[in-house]
């Protein structure tokens, strides 16, 4: 399920909107979702620490959604305007290499947070993610996120904390397989 870029207009607030025409359950049901959605944010790792203030603008700007086995999640180049933080299943990080093919530079599970690229200019993706099987994840807007930390500094300093911890273990991953093939395609060099 490919998702497109959707424009983000500014909140006045922070309530969301509700059409008039809902009736109770209808307004009962979506708060329900949203207190769910809140909770499993809560219970994830990733975001441990956060205040009920930060977590509940996480929660603003997610949904959960879900991944076929095979299914691209994000191709590399395209804009990085989400990110995705994975419940269930396994996603493979991959690479257009010239006339090498696609090399694939790791494999995510429940628990990995996907697509850092959304908080940093030129906010283009470098990678692409496939579902390896079908996969359960959290997606977040991250262009609404980011012109969240930019009116809140805590929280952008609180999320460039996690984010920076994921991509200094995506560097020393990438490092050992670049140790890995220089070693397997050259073994005098080992």
Known sequence: ???????ILPRRDSSPAIPDNLGAS?????VARS?????????????????AHHLQRLTES??????????SIFQEGSPANRFYLILEGRVVL??????????????????????WSWLFPPYLLNLS?????PTRTIFFYGTRLREQCE?????GYQLMLRIAEVVIH???????????TIVTNNPSNG
């Open 1 to 7: 399920m490919k998702i497109p870029a959707l424009p």
């Open 26 to 30: 209808a307004i009962e049901g979506g």
């Open 35 to 51: 207190e769910a959605l809140k909770t499993l944010i809560e219970q994830q790792s990733f975001f441990k620490g956060l205040s």
């Open 62 to 71: 997610a949904m959960e959604i879900q991944y076929e086995s095979g299914q």
């Open 94 to 115: 991959e690479s257009a290499v010239d006339e090498r093919g696609i090399f694939q530079m790791a494999t995510l599970g429940p628990g990995d947070y996907l697509g």
């Open 129 to 133: 993610a496939r579902a390896l099987e």
């Open 151 to 155: 009116r809140d500094h805590d929280l």
């Open 170 to 180: 995506q560097l020393q991953v990438t490092q050992q397989r670049l140790k890995e």
